[in-house]
Every structure is written in C-alpha cells, then in structure tokens.
C-alpha cells in the first residue's frame, strides 16, 4: 500500500492496491448426468475465472458462471474499474451498476430463480468482490475470513448432494464412475459412496425428476440407512401446491427440510400453512427484493444464501442479519464449481454465526480443478479454512489454459438442460410442475 497526501493536505492516509487490469477466463469442467427438474447436466459447465491485476503488484482471484450473457456483463463491468482502490467496495458496486445499469436481466439458470436487473448487478459485484478481497487479504496478510469478521467455527460442513443420474451422457462422452442411480437403491449406494469418501454428516437428495412416491420412497430408504444424518429434498419447484401438500404430509418429521416443493412464493406460503417441515429456497427468495413478501406471508424458513448471486461476500452477510431479525433459518447453496469458489464459500460460512446448515456442494461430481495443489480436501464432511491470506488458494495456471481449451472446443455456451434431456426423451418439455 502506497502513502498520499489526505485531503487537507496535513495528514496521510495509506490507499489501498489500486486496479489496473482484469482478465476473465471462460472455462468448461467435465460434468456427469446429473438429472433435475430442468431436465439433465450437460456434459460440460460453464464457468469464468476472475484475475483481478493491481498497481501493487497482488493478484486477486475469483469464479463465476460462465455463460455468455455473464460473460459479456462481467466484460462489460470489469472495463470501469481500472483505478478502484480494491478497499473501496461501495465504490465497486457504484461502478459495476453504473456499466449495468441497462444490461439486460439473464439468470445464468432458472434453477436459481427469476432474473432481475439487480441481480444481474448482484451477480457482477460479488465477481469482483471476492476477488478485492482476495487482494486486501494478500495486501494485509490476513485471510478473507478475518477480514469478514473472523473465525465463529474452525469446520465448516458440508452436505452429501445426491442426484438420481445416468450412467453414461448420450454421445461420446467418457463414463464416469459413479454409474446411473435411477431408484432409491441407487441413491442409497450413491450416499454410502459420497459418505465413505467424504464423511459428510447430512445428506440431500435432488428431486424433481421422477414420480413424488418414487421420491418419498428414496427419502425414507436414506432415513432408513443413515438414521442419525438430516436428510433434504429438492424438487426445484417441479410440483403443484395440491402435490407438495401430499409429499409433505408423506414426509412429515422426516426431513430436515423441504426445499422449492413449489414455485413463487405465495405458492410457497400455501404449502407452509399446511405442514410442520421448515420449507427452504434458492429459487422463490434469491434477492433483498423479495425478502419483504415472503417474511409477511411465511412463506419459507430458511433461506439459502450463494455470495454468486447475492451479490458477495457483504450481501450474504447482510442476508444473515435479516434472516436473523426475522427468525429464518440460513443455510448455502451450490451451483457446479471449482476450487476458488468453494475456498470463498468456506471464508464466508466460517464467518457467519448463523449459518448453522452444512452447505451444499458440488465438489464431488467434479473431476477437473483450477487451483494449484489440487481440490480442497473434506474431513469427516467439512472443509477447514485454506490457510495463508486473502481466500488461500492459486490458480494453477497450466490448468486454467487447458479447462480454457476446453471450453473453446465444447461447443457449450448456455446452460441447458431441457435441451440435452431430449437427446434421450424427445418429448421432454421441462415445463413445470411437471407432477
Ligand atoms: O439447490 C438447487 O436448487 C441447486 O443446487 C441448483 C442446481 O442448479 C442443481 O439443481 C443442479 O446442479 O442441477
Ligand atoms: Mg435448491
């Protein structure tokens, strides 16, 4: 940090690196056949890694979505901050929603909710926020978690996400080796495996995508070999009110909670009125805006926080001060991720004392990594924070020029996965409530 003149010209005050450069790199990881409401992962997701340059010489690191429309918001935000103080956040926001302010709103999935100009914004400024973070961290010596308020855990959990899945993508595309989980037999081979390899001490199953009975049957096989782990179920709003009402009467005392069972959040609020499970959301309340109405309403419980879309690491937090004041449960959601990313959820959720829930994670259906020294390692279910300073991890950047190449030969650019479902199921439609 370099020394200038205050503005009354007496006193000095030190400024912070200052930003002089931004390269965003798209990269595709290998993805199995993860099956959802929207249909089923293609064989490939889209993420952008963020490398923010400094006047002092620190690089600040970060990960994204890397669909082309938040490509081209990223691009399009990263060009006004050349000359930003990497402390002054609010400064941040100020530019990237000055450069937004008429970007088109696109939600990199739906499976995360309706798109809205302010999240569009959101999903900008968290991009590169962590990544200032990163840098104020490297320029303090302190890592990110100090700087959010300091360590409230030493262990962060994790929880086992379980998908109904195919054995193999259609096309060429190599098997991987979990092999298909189409029953609840399959899903219970599925979470033993997870666990043996992980420890994760709570398990939750994707939902959405066969019959609700077929589900409700997978829930209560896992109940039934994993009595003492919290079991979720997530159907991503692929079921009426009139079915969520069935499953969560089916289901009454046996989940920790029930996520989406439906869409909206009145729809949400009708199916709260009629059972005791804590209904939670990644989809009906994933910005401030829709905070209000779903508090008068009651409409969920718990509210899962993502920094991607929340708008960082401060918007989380002030997630957490609401659900706090309104007695909502927190926990955290994942899309598909590398290393960088799950290195700043565990900052974050190590830092934030109501963030009781273990969080989701894809880490386990990847393959490939980005940053150096491999995947963050879990033991018994939980991620201790990376240590050394700022978010504690590098890219690799061999690594990041090949999972690069590999996205400029893929030939994905959007995720779709209706699309991909009807490669196998042609009449697939991913309309929803599907049951
Ligand atoms: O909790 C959720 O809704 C998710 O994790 C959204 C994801 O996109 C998930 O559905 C997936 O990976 O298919
Ligand atoms: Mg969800």
Known sequence: MSTQAGRGGSESTQRGPVVTGVDITPVAIADPPLLNASGVHEPF?????????????????????????????????????????????????????????SASASSPTELIGAASADKTVAQAVSAF?????????????????????????????????????????PGDYPADDWGAALDPDGIVAQARRMVELYGFGSLKLK??????????????????????????????????????????????????YLEDPTAGIPGMAEVAAKTSLPLATNMCVTGFAEIPEAVRLGAVQVILSDHHFWGGFRATQALAGLCETFGLG???????????????????????????????????WKTEEVIAGGPLRFVGGALTVPEGPGLGVAVDEDALARLHEQYLTCGFRKRDDATWMRRVQPEFTGRRPRF
């Not at 340059?53 to 429309?69: N, P």
């Not at 081209?72 to 929603?97: C, E, I, K, Y």
């Not at 991720?337 to 830092?351: D, K, N, P, V």
């Open 45 to 101: 997701q889209l993420r952008s890694i963020i490398q923010v340059r400094t006047d002092a010489g620190i690089t600040g690191v970060s990960e994204a979505y890397g669909d082309d429309a938040t490509l081209a918001q990223l691009r399009q935000a990263a060009a006004t901050l050349p000359g930003l103080d990497v402390f002054h956040l609010n400064d941040l926001t100020r530019r990237v929603s000055g450069a937004l302010a």
């Open 207 to 256: 939902g959405g995508v066969f019959a609700p009975e077929e589900e409700v049957a997978a829930v209560k096989a896992l109940r039934a070999a994993f009595p003492d782990r919290p079991v979720r179920l997530d159907p991503n709003a692929n079921w009426s009110v009139e079915t969520s009402h069935r499953v969560a009467a089916a289901l009454e005392g046996e989940l920790e």
């Open 330 to 364: 927190l926990s955290m959601h994942s899309n598909t991720h590398l290393g960088i990313s799950l290195a700043a959820m565990t900052h974050l959720a190590a830092a934030t004392p109501n963030l009781t829930y273990a969080l989701d994670t894809h880490s386990p």
């Open 129 to 169: 926020e962590v990544a200032c973070f990163d840098i104020q961290g490297k320029a303090t010596g302190k890592p990110v978690v100090d700087l959010l308020g300091g360590a409230v855990r030493d262990r962060v959990d994790f929880s086992a996400y379980l998908f109904y899945k195919w054995a193999e993508h």
